[in-house]
T-cell receptor
Framework: DAGVIQSPRHEVTEMGQEVTLRCKPISGHDYLFWYRQTMMRGLELLIY????????DSGMPEDRFSAKMPNASFSTLKIQPSEPRDSAVYFC??????????????FGPGTRLLVL | GDSVTQMEGPVTLSEEAFLTINCTYT??????LFWYVQYPGEGLQLLLKATKADDKGSNKGFEATYRKETTSFHLEKGSVQVSDSAVYFC???????????FGSGTRLSIRP
């Protein structure tokens, strides 16, 4: 299996620009998670989906952030407009549930975002 | 609410030294407990887990035992290698929840 795939791996943009991060979960997984990692705040859960439906978006910083999952094999995290404080590594992770129990989360390699 | 507390880093050891990274949890029930490892430039990957009290998770020479009485899940390795240099995250998940609660991470550096 290819694992969780994220693109781009690196993104450098200017303040005010729109940024779109992409994620392809592992085939057959029904949960998808978006995390943000910074030195100051550590690893933060932004939002997660179950069967393509957003379940908990309480970690999304503000209205500039939005996430979608149009189908089981694709999700996007969009920042519009971007700000320098959004600079971070963004991880996507996926997992599957079996018998009502969620199994291990598998993380992608991350997208390193720098907003100038 | 549920939380995970782990020792602050960085931790620097010499090769072949004994390693302990402390982790304690608070939870309203009996969560599953995990250790994840993040190598430089990579995402997190599961190192080991334990799903009930007294369970011992082990992988790659690392071990951690689920201690209900002390609400702890300390990570240990008898002889570390340079290749173990990474950031280690302790985490918990309540059985009926979908979210994993991660600790703040402990950076481990091993000197040759």
């Amino acid at each position: 299996d290819a694992g969780v795939i994220q693109s781009p791996r690196h993104e450098v943009t200017e303040m005010g620009q729109e940024v779109t991060l992409r994620c392809k979960p592992i085939s057959g997984h029904d949960y998808l998670f978006w995390y943000r990692q910074t030195m100051m705040r550590g690893l933060e859960l932004l939002i997660y989906f179950n069967n393509n439906v957003p379940i908990d978006d309480s970690g999304m910083p503000e209205d500039r952030f939005s996430a979608k999952m149009p189908n089981a094999s694709f999700s996007t995290l969009k920042i519009q407009p971007s700000e320098p404080r959004d600079s971070a590594v963004y991880f996507c992770a996926s997992s599957f549930s079996s018998g009502g129990t969620q199994e291990t989360q598998y993380f992608g390699p991350g997208t390193r975002l720098l907003v100038l | 609410g549920d939380s995970v507390t782990q020792m602050e880093g960085p931790v620097t050891l010499s090769e072949e030294a004994f390693l302990t990274i402390n982790c304690t949890y608070t939870a309203t029930g009996y969560p599953s407990l995990f250790w994840y490892v993040q190598y430089p430039g990579e995402g997190l990957q599961l190192l080991l887990k334990a799903t009930k009290a007294d369970d011992k998770g082990s992988n790659k020479g690392f071990e951690a035992t689920y201690r209900k009485e002390t609400t702890s899940f300390h990570l240990e390795k008898g002889s570390v290698q340079v290749s173990d240099s990474a950031v280690y995250f302790c985490a918990s998940r309540y059985s009926s929840a979908s979210k994993i609660i991660f600790g703040s991470g402990t950076r481990l550096s091993i000197r040759p």
